[in-house]
Every structure is written in structure tokens, then in C-alpha cells.
């Protein structure tokens, strides 16, 4: 009994260090310090057993970058941002997929790959943008834009997917809606990224009219062009980088404009020492963890419903595999947001 206990502590403690060597440089930005072995001993047990049910269970874990770092380096199997995981879904071959993400992206990888069950331990956690415009509203502005191409952001319902053409991601926003044939496009639901769009249109000489209804990310809209230059000031060697949910006359003040994927990429390969990126917290500690050397002084702000995912709540799913948790789309919508996922991947990069 004793040798039990001890076998299992050795274990526990060697998990402890492999979590440490993960974590030990990134923000634990609950307390504004570095993560510290008191934590790693804590969550190692937890891990361990994660670990071991994904085999039993045949299930992977799929992490957006927003998940904090325990969850996307010590036990995801796959990382990215909403572009690389609707990718990734729809090779799974496992029979359980846990979603560390939001509603959207679980629903999404569930009409990509059917026949998984998917389960999202942070239940029904939400997006301002997604919960920003319902099917009904979009079947009204058919009516009113009978002409135009409907390209919906993947931050959205599959009710809204179904009725739009084409569903984008920030990743590929650009090169689709510049395809498009038509000369009016209505973009839903970010009017912030539409705005961006319309930019970023003009500079590509394409002559196009962007209609927009719907919201703003509740994370990238609190960021303003004051801040951008207080920033500036604070840390004048900072490169200032941002995603483009945020207002327009913030990005056209910052040095680099990207997706989440996209951002990783420029301070990947950036030779500046110092980045101040206004984005979630979750995409800071990626940016740490694969450039140790560079600083990213904290300007990042929360996405409450991205950390409802936690490895409590990853571990319980994984247990019981929940009713609650279970993602579940209705057939028509699932057949109609289906078609507008595939058109990205044939009209994306
Ligand atoms: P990405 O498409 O860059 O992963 O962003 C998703 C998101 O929710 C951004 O706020
Ligand atoms: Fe939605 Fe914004 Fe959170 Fe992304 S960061 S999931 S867009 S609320």
C-alpha cells in the first residue's frame, strides 16, 4: 500500500517537472505572475489522469490558442486558431473530440466531422459575435441585398452559416472575399472586420461594397486609438500588434494587423525584442512559449467565455462525457452550415 502511494507521488512529481519546463517562463494571467511548481504540483495529477482517459476513451483534445497554456501544451493534442482547427476537425479519427474553445467551434468541428461526438467542457460558453445576429435577420437582409454574395465569419451560429454562402475565418477573410464574384458582398457579423475589409479591399485596387450587420468581439472592441498611442509612449521599442476585430482606427495605428495565426507568425519571425499586442491573453502565452527571449509587456485583455475551459472541467468531460456538454447540431442547420464551411476550404487557402 505504502509502495503504491510512493509510486504514484514519484509520478505525480515527474508530471509536476514536465509541467514546470512547459510553463515555468508564461503569465499565469489569474495572478499576474509566472506559473510556479506550486501550481505545476497541483494541476499534475490532473494531467496525468487527462492524459490517461484520452487513451482509454479514444478522444483528442482540441485547443484554441485562447485556452490557457495548461490546457494547450500540457494536454491538447492540437492547437491552433479557429482556421487550423476547423482543419484539423475534420481529420480526426479518434471517436471523442474535446473542444477547448467557445460554442461556435465546437458546433463547427461537430458539422465537420459528424460522426464524432463532441464535447465542449466550458458548456454553451458564448461569443458576443456569434450571438450577435440570428438566421432570421439574415434571411430578411436576402431579401434586401438579393444581388450580393453572404460571407459569414465562423464566430457565428450554424442557423447563421446555413443561410449565408461562404464562412471565413480571419486567416483567409481577405483572399475569399476578394474571389468573390460579386460586386456586393454583405459580411456578418463583425462590422469591425468589415471595416477591414473595406481597407484592405481599396488596397488591392477591387472594387467591391461591403455591407455589414451584426457586432463586435466584446474583447477587441474595448481597444481604442488612444490606447494605441499611450502604448507607443509606454514602450516606444514595441512593435504594436493586433487582430482585426478590433476598431479600424486601431489597426491603422498598429505595426502588423493578422489573425491569431497570423500574429504567432509576424512575432515568430520578427527581429524586434518587444511586442505589445492587443489581443486575448491566451495568444500572449503561445508567443511566450516559442520566443523565450522576446518580451510582451501586457496590454492582452480576457475572453471570459474562452476561459470557462479548464482542466477541471476537461477532466470531468472526459469522465463522464456529459448530456450538458455534448454538442448537438439540428440536421438542416448542420447540412447548410456544411456547405459554407466546405465552400471555404475550397475557396480558402
Ligand atoms: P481566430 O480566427 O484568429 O482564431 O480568432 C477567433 C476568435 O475568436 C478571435 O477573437
Ligand atoms: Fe468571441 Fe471575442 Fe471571445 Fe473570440 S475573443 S471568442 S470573438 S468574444
Do not use: W
Amino acid at each position: 500500500m505504502s509502495a503504491g502511494v510512493n509510486i504514484a507521488s514519484k509520478e505525480t512529481q515527474r508530471e509536476a517537472e514536465r509541467l514546470f519546463k512547459i510553463l515555468g517562463g508564461l503569465t499565469d494571467f489569474k495572478k499576474g505572475t509566472k506559473y510556479d511548481m506550486a501550481f505545476c504540483l497541483s494541476a499534475a495529477s490532473i494531467t496525468l489522469e487527462i492524459n490517461r482517459l484520452k487513451k482509454q476513451k479514444n478522444a483528442v483534445i482540441l485547443a484554441h490558442y485562447y485556452s490557457a497554456p495548461d490546457i494547450v501544451y500540457a494536454v491538447a493534442d492540437y492547437r491552433g486558431d479557429s482556421y487550423a482547427l476547423s482543419k484539423t476537425a475534420a481529420k480526426v479519427m479518434e471517436n471523442i473530440i474535446i473542444f477547448s474553445g467557445v460554442y461556435f467551434m465546437a458546433e463547427t468541428a461537430k458539422i465537420i466531422n459528424p460522426r464524432k461526438r463532441v464535447f465542449l467542457p466550458a458548456v454553451f460558453a458564448g461569443c458576443s459575435l456569434a450571438d450577435s445576429i440570428s438566421a432570421a435577420q439574415v434571411k430578411e437582409l436576402r431579401v434586401k441585398y438579393p444581388l450580393a454574395d453572404f460571407i459569414c465569419y465562423i464566430n457565428s451560429t450554424a442557423e447563421v452559416k446555413a443561410e449565408c454562402d461562404v464562412c471565413v475565418t480571419s486567416a483567409n477573410v481577405y483572399d475569399i472575399v476578394a474571389g468573390s464574384k460579386a460586386k456586393q458582398i454583405v459580411f456578418l457579423p463583425d462590422v469591425f472586420m468589415a471595416d477591414n475589409i473595406r481597407v484592405e479591399m481599396l488596397k488591392r485596387g477591387i472594387d467591391k461594397e461591403i455591407f455589414s450587420f451584426g457586432g463586435t468581439c466584446c474583447v477587441h472592441d474595448k481597444y481604442a486609438a488612444q490606447d494605441v498611442n499611450a502604448i507607443r509612449s509606454k514602450y516606444p521599442q514595441a512593435k504594436v500588434v493586433c487582430h482585426p476585430e478590433c476598431a479600424l482606427p486601431v489597426c491603422q495605428l498598429c505595426d502588423y494587423v493578422g489573425s491569431t495565426g497570423g500574429m504567432l507568425k509576424y512575432v515568430r519571425e520578427s527581429s524586434a525584442r518587444q511586442f505589445a499586442v492587443l489581443s486575448e491573453d491566451g495568444i500572449i502565452n503561445c508567443m511566450e512559449y516559442e520566443n523565450p527571449s522576446k518580451q510582451f509587456p501586457r496590454v492582452s485583455r480576457t475572453c471570459a467565455q474562452m476561459k470557462r475551459n479548464n482542466l477541471h472541467n476537461i477532466l470531468a468531460a472526459l469522465r463522464n462525457l456529459p448530456h450538458e456538454a455534448e454538442v448537438k447540431v439540428e440536421d438542416a442547420a448542420a447540412k447548410g452550415a456544411k456547405k459554407a464551411i466546405d465552400k471555404m476550404f475550397e475557396r480558402g487557402a
